[in-house]
């Protein structure tokens, strides 16, 4: 699909995405001049899919690839829920404390079941008990699909049900001072009342943490409206309730209170249905052009501009020759043995060839 044409249907997108979000009908005569198909495909980039489906429906609008899609979401929404209550009860047999996060949360805050799609389930657990806890999974049926580097471990159970379980909510590669804030942060938890493993955030540390979460996506890739819909709904749940004042300090504290502001400050206006500015318009683009994950273009041109220092010769040598903390999150068995080390540096270029040829040619043409 042609940028043009990409960025038509994307304002569509938001359009109905607005409506369904007010639970509004939307524009008939505007609904029958879009291209469905096409706004199909931007929505699945954008995973709103469903919200759309919604008010497409109240408009009279029943297509197929909508239609299953939105119950498909909607089964595997309810899966989802089903197989996570499983596994926190077994963690609260095993004494492991757990936290759900993200979008099992904020799904719920959505005016209909489904609107908000899961792609997977995020939960943050007691990274001591990594081991038990993937026994906990394959013995519920789940494969393990990534396990002991990062700071994630990947589980998949047919038909649809995804989970990735944190032993940290961010490595200490992430951008900024993510990581550094967020180590030790328990600390930063309330026990559930019902439960004596489970845990959650604070409203104002949930609002700090979904702001620095979207931030790394963000710079890193790129993310897309859905995360703009997830904010304005923040923003709708808590209202005038939140301390500001806490937030904003602690927003500070990370480095990201201006990304904040701006984020949340687009975030209203265009579900609000407000004009944009010139400058919130190019904002905007961003996120439509990067989608729901990022893009590899964004990605390297981020990467490249948050590392670049002085030369690009300095550059290419700290990304042959990194350094150990990102060689302990995500090569832990050469970490464990560092006399392999420079097996490492030889062999790591070609993990990821395509990308690795990506990443040359943007730093090659940077001025």
Known sequence: MEKAEFRKNAADMIYLTRCSLHNKTPDKSRVENMDIE???????????????????????????????????????????????????????????????????LIKDWYPKLGMRQMSDNDILFDGNFRAEVKDIMTDMGFECEHYGDGNVDEYFKKPVCNFEMHNELFVVTSTGRLHEYYKNVKKRLVRDTDKKYGYHFSDEDFYIYITAHEYKHYKEGGTGIRSLADTYILVKKFGNSLDRDYIDKELNRLGIADYDKTNRKLAMKIFDGKKLTADENKELDYYVMSGTYGNSDNFFRNKIESNFESSKIKYILRRIF????????????????????????????????????????????RK
């Open 38 to 104: 096409s706004l199909f495909e931007v929505c699945q980039k954008h995973i709103l899919t469903v919200c759309v489906a919604y008010a497409l429906e109240s408009a009279g609008i029943h297509d197929h690839d909508f239609t299953q899609a939105k119950e498909k979401a909607i089964r595997k929404n309810i899966l989802l829920d089903a197989e996570r209550r499983k596994i926190f009860d077994c963690m609260e047999n095993k004494h492991i404390w757990y936290m759900p996060l993200k979008g099992a």
């Open 322 to 365: 990194p350094p150990m903390s990102l060689i302990q999150a995500w090569y832990p068995f050469f970490y464990r043995h560092k006399w392999l080390i420079p097996v490492l540096w030889i062999c790591r270029p070609f993990f990821k060839i395509k990308n690795v040829i990506k990443e040359l040619k943007y730093l090659i043409n």
